[in-house]
């Protein structure tokens, strides 16, 4: 039986996976996450969850590897994980009181099949004071985030209302996964 890779580093992608109550390992790929301009958001998370999750399957030809990113996108401009506070704040200020979008894509490689797939999520945000917003980025949570929040921990208070998959925003759309999977072949414990 083929063992079952996340090649992310990522502690909220390993702790939606283990909710599925599936042995896996972690192996963690660092690859160039620049993208070409002009690059749609759906091609940009499912290249880099491609590359993610082949660099690891190139060394585990007999596992089955999932790869994913995650982007958020306000204006059509995509917001990164912020360099430093004033990067947070200025991110935090730019999504309050309006609309983006969150895409992850998810890349599975077997043996036997490789897919890619992403999904879309619509965020709205409440209007933010500038004091919620100096708490927000004070307690440090924004700074390994894209866009500069997470909507799973005290970001939670910022997030109006979604429109699509909660944990694709959280970094995993689970459910898409598991089907994903069983398509690669991929032998799941139920």
């Known amino acids: ?100 979008y969150v895409y992850t894509g998810v890349a599975i490689i077997s043996p036997d099949a490789e897919t890619c797939f992403y999904e879309k999520t619509e965020v709205h945000f409440w209007e933010l004071t500038d004091r919620e917003i100096d708490y927000y980025v004070d307690s440090g949570e924004p700074m390994d985030k894209a866009g500069g929040y997470g909507i799973q921990g005290l970001g939670s208070m910022l997030v109006k209302k979604i429109d699509g998959d909660y944990f694709a925003v959280v970094g995993l759309p689970v459910s898409r996964t598991v089907r994903e999977l069983t398509r690669a072949g991929f032998p799941l414990p139920y």
């Open 1 to 100: 039986m083929p063992n079952l890779i996340l090649a992310s580093s990522s502690p909220r992608r390993k702790e939606l996976l283990e909710t599925l109550q599936l042995h896996f390992h972690i192996y963690s790929s660092d690859v160039d996450e620049s993208f070409a301009p002009g690059t749609s958001p759906e091609d940009i998370v499912m290249g880099l969850a491609e590359r993610k999750a082949s660099i690891v399957f190139a060394e585990h030809p007999n596992d089955v590897v999932i790869g994913a990113d995650t982007i958020v996108v306000a204006d059509g401009e995509v917001l990164g994980k912020p360099a430093d506070r004033e990067e947070a704040i200025g991110m935090l200020k730019r999504l309050s009181g309006s609309v983006h």
